[in-house]
T-cell receptor, first 113, second 111 residues
Framework: DVKVTQSSRYLVKRTGEKVFLECVQD?????MFWYRQDPGLGLRLIYF???????EKGDIPEGYSVSREKKERFSLILESASTNQTSMYLC????????????FGEGSRLTVL | SQQGEEDPQALSIQEGENATMNCSYKTSINNLQWYRQNSGRGLVHLILIRSNEREKHSGRLRVTLDTSKKSSSLLITASRAADTASYFCATGNTGFQKLVFGTGTRLLVSP
C-alpha cells in the first residue's frame, strides 16, 4: 500500500521559532509537493521538487524553504514562524511517469502562538 | 493562483439521493482531477479526466468535462453517510503539472 507519511499530525510553536515539517514517501516518486490549506482558500502550493536536490517555488513561498536531500524525503522549513503561518500543511508525491495523481499524507496542523 | 472554483460551497442531502458538484476553471488544461478529503485528513484521489474526454465513470462516481465552458461536474449516485467529506477539483496544465486546487464543496449526507 502506497504511503506518504508526515512526521507530526499536530504541532504548537511560538512566534520566531524554527519549524521543520518532514514528509517521507515509500513509492520512489520523483515529484514531491508542499501545500497549505486554509478555510475558504483551498490548497495553495508552497514549494515543489522535481527530483532529488531540485526545488521550485510554488504560489506562496514567502516565509518558507524546503530541502530534498534524499528522494524519499521532502522537508518544509519555517525559518521564523509567524502567527499567519498557522495552518494545515499537506505533503504529496507523484510519479514522474504517472497519470498526474497525487498521493497525500495525513497533514500536519501547525499552530503558531 | 486559484484555478478551480467548486459550486456549491456546501451541499446537504439524504442517503440514497444523488449529489452533484460543479467545478469551473479559467485556463486551458491537460486534465482535471477530483479528490476527496475527510475532516482533518489528507486528500484522496477519486478520478482523473483528460481534456479529450467528455465523461468518465468509476463505481458510483460520474465525472463530466466541458472544455468549451471550462467546467466539470462530479456526480455521486445513491449517496451514503460515508460519502460525507469535502470534494476538490484540481486542474493540471501541459508539461510539468502543478495541480491547482479549488476551494472545495462540503458534502453532508444524512442517514
Amino acid at each position: 500500500d502506497v504511503k506518504v507519511t508526515q512526521s507530526s499530525r499536530y504541532l504548537v510553536k511560538r512566534t520566531g521559532e524554527k519549524v521543520f515539517l518532514e514528509c517521507v514517501q515509500d513509492m520512489d516518486h520523483e515529484n514531491m509537493f508542499w501545500y497549505r490549506q486554509d478555510p475558504g482558500l483551498g490548497l495553495r502550493l508552497i514549494y515543489f521538487s522535481y527530483d532529488v536536490k531540485m526545488k521550485e517555488k510554488g504560489d506562496i513561498p514567502e516565509g518558507y524553504s524546503v530541502s530534498r536531500e534524499k528522494k524519499e524525503r521532502f522537508s518544509l522549513i519555517l525559518e521564523s514562524a509567524s502567527t499567519n503561518q498557522t495552518s494545515m500543511y499537506l505533503c504529496a508525491s507523484r510519479s514522474h511517469q504517472g497519470t498526474g495523481e497525487l498521493f497525500f499524507g495525513e497533514g500536519s496542523r501547525l499552530t503558531v502562538l | 493562483s486559484q484555478q478551480g472554483e467548486e459550486d456549491p460551497q456546501a451541499l446537504s442531502i439524504q442517503e440514497g439521493e444523488n449529489a452533484t458538484m460543479n467545478c469551473s476553471y479559467k485556463t486551458s488544461i491537460n486534465n482535471l482531477q477530483w479528490y476527496r478529503q475527510n475532516s482533518g485528513r489528507g486528500l484522496v484521489h477519486l478520478i482523473l479526466i483528460r481534456s479529450n474526454e467528455r465523461e468518465k465513470h468509476s463505481g458510483r462516481l460520474r465525472v463530466t468535462l466541458d472544455t468549451s465552458k471550462k467546467s466539470s461536474s462530479l456526480l455521486i449516485t445513491a449517496s451514503r453517510a460515508a460519502d460525507t467529506a469535502s470534494y476538490f477539483c484540481a486542474t493540471g496544465n501541459t508539461g510539468f503539472q502543478k495541480l491547482v486546487f479549488g476551494t472545495g464543496t462540503r458534502l453532508l449526507v444524512s442517514p
